[in-house]
């Protein structure tokens, strides 16, 4: 019985606690599981294996598993979502890093639009769909290897973008400290960097942004 | 004639070209003032020394120099402001980098509230201003050293924090790499982290998301 | 017959031999935590496996396990503890760490309070919990990811503070680097740092000062 | 008139506010020291250039200079010292280190005693006075280089030991980083470190041990 | 009498000797440059400052300084170009490696055509000028702070692209290292990366494709 | 269907999609292979798994696969190659990633000379085969540890050297980064650097250059 | 067959090939091995594998494999072993490094004396067994962790000393580089430093200066 | 009065105490130079300034500055030189590191030869000079940038290698750490490393195996 549940969260930030399975021993998963799902009718878990969705399955059947995000989840129906985030990502491996951010945003309510494979190295591709990335009131851009991703999509729109460099490449990448430091010292305007992989972070700050720009 | 002056920047993006004084020589940079003052009828250029303050005098007489922030201006009158960010700075020697985001942010048409000197090894300070801070559409937490203050503000608002490490310390703050480390591993929701040093970079996305909650 | 217990080490230091299981060949260890025992009827390791349990527990079967600490231990029974350590941790994940330095602590004739869960993303929970940590003559404090517990305690307490940055984390931590360089580069008075992960260390220095505190 | 003096500083911790004089503007650091002697009718800083000391002087001609430790000080007399501190520092360079923690916890009521130029390539030098080293509440160990004392003075005493490495060296020292890692990584019980150079948190820590020690 | 000049390289490699200028002392610098110039009635140096022009001034006084790129040199009259470099480059204080890179190429015989600013920040103004840079037999891309440039243009041209980092940008630009990583990690094809600041190395290098191309 | 095939490629740079295998999930896996086969009549992938292999060979058994290079690959017969690539190795365990080079620039159709095993430590054994060193239009050199050989390579041809650091080695061999920084650093002439273990990167940019000085 | 056997080896050094086995191939090893013995008569490997044992013992049953260095050798009898070596090793983990670097040396005919498990934190286990390590014309100093043992024994001897960092550690020990920066930054005089777990290297150089004492 | 000259060391080790000057106050300067001339009848000291020239030659008019190696010494006449240690070095900025290496091998007793300007950019310089390098007891090898001499030397002698880094170089040369990295993994046998332009240690250690061969 160490760690306390941050139940009054939602009350504060306006955000629900959200579970980071990752490490977590099974019964303790499980439990929080289920004591956040009686507490809001719904609950969000991000870095879920595939054995944890077994294990929370067995309290809670109608639990659902997006193997390539790892979000385990229950969520309300009928959720409302408001105004607009584009996701932007370089590569397909990028893609996981980049769902996680998507769902974050939509289990908090907001509309994604994803605009996935753009990586810099054929920037005809992101040039493709400019007004979808142009329109949102905030850009999540995804990116492992070199991470340019960022600074190409933050001299395109006029709205703020949250970069998130991915784990992904080999060598000299780095495990995402080579992307991380492309987009901290990106020459455009109005981007600011969450850690490595940290897909909910960039979904959590999109959707802050969002819902000033929507009130 | 080598660099192109990127005038159309406001259209675009709905902020004006900044200069960034620091390294550019003398002539180019005193033409550069003019130009873009003919242009706007006002100018904002950051990291600018007293030496280049005495240049472009010579040819602006009415540009008004900050030697704590490094900025070198000339700003229309009565221009209006909206909606609020709140700067927060750790020590006194992260208060030139504050100062940089604060100034960004008023020329940008933000207002701007100074909550300096709340270091989190004397928590209280921060808690005294708890309004405040809480009130801000977006805050931008300044601090060097350990960058602590990032992830205990980030915590206490439910509003985006941009972070910005600072080089302030010694040893291994390693010129600021140390602070930057901190913020983005951020335990805290809601940060996102931009440059060492850069206050003008996180003004400029305190203004972009202020916008956005007043539009 | 390669390494020499320093078995005049509690006579040198007041503190007996620990046995660091980590790695060590099965063989190796149960003779090591026999001749411990039979010298001084008790017997204290660290980073103990599962397996190693089940090794020790062939040749000592009132060894005990705790598979959070990774503890293996034999105690006397009524061990008299004096004065009062505060242990403060961060995160769930970093109750090992935590519970590494607490049992180190108690094992040594030392009080420990345990003040679990109490990160600076919430600072209201540790300030709910201020007399606790007060009044203890020496507070430990774990964390991981941005470590920024260490400054925040050390800002509220006149006892030493020993800050013990934990591997946990992704990305930019840096498996506990990134934490180590937030404690070592921290703002607040009477904070000196241990390895990371190093819960033996930090109990042990202070078990040394709750010794002079109480003497 | 951005920052505060922390005036209940030394109630809430027992220690007075200590100028940190790096940086520090002219005029700014003159009525720090005013302010300061005026309430304490004391005053102490660190890091003090030759020319901070002749702007001091101008308004409080009794401070008092010294160019080795770089400490700038208005000290009452007849000032009591209680319990000891034994300070032990590597090589030459290192004196400047050792005299900041020497003279902070001097100031700070302690009496300290010097063990200088015992670094580990003569280790004779540091077993010749064994027992002034072993008779300290606390040892504060100062090195650059390899940063090796630590590691010898830990072994010898049971006491705790604070470990600051310095910035002595070139090449591989990486400006302390290589003394920093040493002293993290020490296989002595009973040791921990603070910042590069941070003589005067190794004074402070010392001095909150030895209080303890005492009382 | 220590340096031996390689007289001989131009023989086995095609290239004349060039003069690292940066840390010669000044008796030895005009020597090499005599000596230099009677061998092969040109002479070609880099890195020199504005007091080296002086001083190789007094025994060769046609010799020409350029303080932008930093290049002392004489050439002959009436060289041969061939085929086509181009040199891209991303912001203004990017200029003077672009320009070492330039001027080595077109010393050793070939065109080079300079498209400088156009930094990814605003893809717009390289798209504007894709015809120059997809003709090049080579194109060298030149970029400091995130380095991007390197990627965006490898995913436009077919032929190879020498990337160059420069030491331009503060706080993780880390004078340059967080460029080259970001080349080295390019997701484009037929990127190879020289040294920070290496505008020299990237010209020889282009010129050598640029002759076997026009050969 | 995320990621969608840049099926124009081979239009664009006259070469066609390869594929990247690591990490990719089976069937997508598959599915690729399956399309690029139908509309070029080859495929051609690196860093496949021997369990890759056996995926692939069940929707195109005539896939063949080089467990060293980890190559997975259908080539259509009779290919012409032109001009010559030599590609050095240093160690034995460079090998996989010098065949990874060779592999691609044959398939890409380039007539390729391998000089394995002449590492630095043994220079006679470069030197017996000069000759065909410096006949190439481009070199590839591929080595791990201390990465010296590229120096070498570069000071004895005229021609371009594509530099290949690998993860060979151990300690500060810092899976390849200590390679790499020599190489980055060489003294020698017309070297440029790819990433660690990138022998696809070298292969492809040293068939862009033999195809430029066959044209 | 891409690797050439450098059989000449020991006509130019006095040393004969060894073989590297980490990452080798079975059937490579295999015939390797058969080869230096059908050359030498004796044959000597490092880094071998449990499993590669079994291997080599199916062709060459004579083979003798220590688990603890990782040595694999068939060895001449009646060897003749001259001068004297000292190995020192700090903590127990450091022996496997410390039998790769005694064994090199045995093998290539030096008499070693093993001084194992004297760490610095207790120097008294060093200066008890000073005789033997001064008597020695070479000096190993193997050590893990902080590494200090290397200073504190180049102070005590007047021949070379040649340290070994290990990767024995945790947290910040970054797998030896904490150990290797310690020793290339020893203050003690006539030490120099060899790669991370590089036992061999350090019994390599450590019989060349042993064999130049007797000679 | 706080450094203690370490007059026995000649007794100890053989090497009478050597000054290390660099930022050592004027005066101190000056009285160990007049009392290790006093005591031996000459003084070697090393990173000596001309300013300290000029103060030594104050009060021993007789004292020798060479400044290219920055050493700084009063030296018996006709002293006796035995054996022989071969100094190579790479380009004509690493002279003063090589220098201070030969120098002060000299200052000890030893023959030594000069192989300078013999960079790995062009072997066949090296080449040329094989002899007097294979002769040598002792080979110190001198090189920055990429430090690719060592591991070329290594190959080439069967007597030990002492490889000196020095920080000569640009951009991701990091002053050295880049050189320090090849050297360390060297694949060559019989070469250890000391701290980047350590030209010092590495005569002390070269004479040390230098007086062993000749015993
Ligand atoms: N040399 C030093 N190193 C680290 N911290 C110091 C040093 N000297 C003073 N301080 C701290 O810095 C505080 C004053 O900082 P400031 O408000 O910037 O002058 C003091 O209260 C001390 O906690
Ligand atoms: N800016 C530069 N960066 C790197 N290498 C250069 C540069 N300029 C000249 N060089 C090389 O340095 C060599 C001359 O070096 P040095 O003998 O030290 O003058 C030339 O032959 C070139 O190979
Ligand atoms: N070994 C390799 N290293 C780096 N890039 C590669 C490698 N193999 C293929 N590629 C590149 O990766 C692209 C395919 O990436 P993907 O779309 O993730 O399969 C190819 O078009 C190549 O440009
Ligand atoms: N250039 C050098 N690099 C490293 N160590 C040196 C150098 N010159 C002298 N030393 C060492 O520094 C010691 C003197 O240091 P110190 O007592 O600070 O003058 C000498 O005895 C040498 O062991
Ligand atoms: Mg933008
Ligand atoms: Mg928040
Ligand atoms: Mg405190
Ligand atoms: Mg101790
Ligand atoms: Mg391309
Ligand atoms: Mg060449
Ligand atoms: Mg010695
Ligand atoms: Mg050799």
Not at 37 to 58: L, P
Not at 84 to 100: F, N
Not at 185 to 213: K, P
Request: proline share 3%; net charge negative.
């Amino acid at each position: 019985g160490y760690a306390k549940l941050d139940s009054h969260r939602e009350i504060r930030s306006g955000f629900p606690e959200v579970v980071y399975c990752s490490g977590k021993p099974d019964e303790f998963l499980a439990s929080i599981y289920q004591k956040l799902y009686d507490e809001n009718g719904e609950v969000f878990g991000t870095r879920a294996s595939e054995h944890q969705y077994e294990i929370v399955k067995q309290v809670l059947p109608q639990v659902v598993y997006d193997p390539i995000s790892h979000i385990l989840k229950i969520e309300k129906e009928d959720k409302e979502h408001i105004g607009k985030i584009a996701i932007c990502s370089a590569g397909t491996a990028d893609i996981p890093v980049a769902e996680e951010a998507a769902q974050t945003a939509e289990f908090f309510g907001a509309n994604v639009d994803r605009i996935y494979d753009v990586g810099v190295s054929g920037v005809h591709r992101l040039l493709a769909q400019l007004d979808t990335v142009q329109e949102a009131n905030c850009v999540v851009a995804v990116a492992g290897m070199e991470g340019a991703l960022a600074s190409v999509v933050g001299g395109l729109v006029s709205n703020p973008v949250i970069a998130v460099p991915t784990s992904v490449g080999y060598g000299a990448s780095m495990h995402g400290l080579s992307a991380l430091l492309t987009m901290i010292n990106s020459c455009a305007n109005g981007i600011a960097v969450v850690n490595i992989d940290n897909g909910y972070g960039a979904g959590y700050m999109a959707t802050q942004i969002n819902r000033l720009a929507v009130k």
